[in-house]
């Protein structure tokens, strides 16, 4: 059986690099760890006067784009400037991040069954 260091020391997190074209380079696209997966879902509970989500895309991306040592690119103040980006932009990289961070519709149904 694992002991706690080990388990500890073997949680690495998952990156994707991905070129972004429009921007003329790469950015690196993070997993989430679990502490800072329940801080971005609270982001989500903020919504608009029409109880509608506000920069959703925006706010993942800010979650999850890191620089080569972990630390994030982007700071929570950061989300209204990057929902500003290209939809397309955030679309691709909102794709990793949901991908990485088992996010998508067919994560959420798999873990349901698990």
Do not use: H, Y
Request: aromatic share 2%; proline share 2%.
């Amino acid at each position: 059986m694992l002991t706690k260091d080990e388990i500890l020391s073997k949680s690495v997190l998952k990156r994707e690099t991905v070129t972004v074209a429009e921007l003329g380079g790469d950015v690196v696209v993070s997993e989430m760890s679990g502490a800072q997966r329940d801080a971005w879902e609270q982001t989500l509970s903020i919504r608009d006067k029409q109880g509608r989500l506000v920069n959703t895309r925006a706010k993942l991306v800010v979650a999850t784009l890191v620089n080569e040592d972990g630390s994030r690119v982007f700071g929570d103040d950061d989300v209204d400037r990057v929902g500003g980006m290209p939809s397309g932009v955030l679309d691709r990289l909102c794709d990793v991040a949901q991908r990485l961070n088992r996010l998508r519709p067919e994560d959420v149904e798999d873990a349901r069954k698990n």
